[in-house]
């Protein structure tokens, strides 16, 4: 079975691809840094030719998604975002439906549904909507913010040398342990979010 990853140029897509191809299916990584609308239509059907499954993980908060501002942290454009991160994963999921792909797996993150609407997960709740109306069987995990994003977080919370952290607990997941996480497999376009915690 061919398995395509679509990635931000991240190591989880790396991770992900060898997991795949240690479970003896073939697998190509396509990473594009400044998001799949950078990628050209020809080259994302060429992809996808054969393709049987797709894992995005293309669309993954960072600081590169905001500004950095001394008196409100990270800054993140949500307009802006939404409008990037919508399009990416609407013209794959077109890819997707006339190359034939029978399954597309979504990487999200644990709480999207249950946070308030704003920012960044504001623009998670769109693209998880998106891929439940694609028609398109799917998967989405939900994963913890990762160990890797540790640094980067901190550099958004961080004024005048104080690092400021919001008052929730938080149990980070190391990215080799998200990238192997099985998503439960949907039996239909109706696919049910599972977590990875």
Request: with cysteine.
């Amino acid at each position: 079975m061919k398995v395509v990853v679509f990635d931000d140029g991240g190591l989880i897509g790396v991770e992900t691809a060898l997991w795949v191809r240690d479970h003896g299916h073939e697998v190509d990584v396509i990473s594009a840094p400044e998001g799949l609308h950078s990628l050209g239509r020809e080259e994302i059907a060429a992809a996808l030719h054969d393709c049987a499954v797709v894992i995005d993980l293309s669309c993954q908060p960072s600081l590169a998604g905001g500004t950095l501002t001394e008196n409100q942290g990270l800054v993140v454009d949500g307009e802006n975002l939404a409008r990037s991160w919508l399009c990416s994963t609407s013209g794959l999921l077109r890819a997707e439906k006339a190359a034939g792909v029978k399954h597309h797996v979504s990487l999200s993150v644990v709480g999207v549904d249950r946070i308030r609407s704003e920012g960044v997960f504001r623009v998670l709740q769109a693209q998880e909507s998106l891929v439940q109306r694609s028609g398109t069987s799917y998967s989405i995990l939900r994963a913890m913010q990762m160990f890797e994003s540790a640094e980067d977080m901190a550099t958004a919370g961080t004024e005048d040398w104080i690092v400021w952290v919001p008052p929730v607990e938080v149990r980070p997941v190391a990215l080799t342990d998200v990238a192997p996480t099985p998503p439960r497999p949907a039996h239909s376009p109706q696919g049910t979010p599972s977590s990875a915690a």
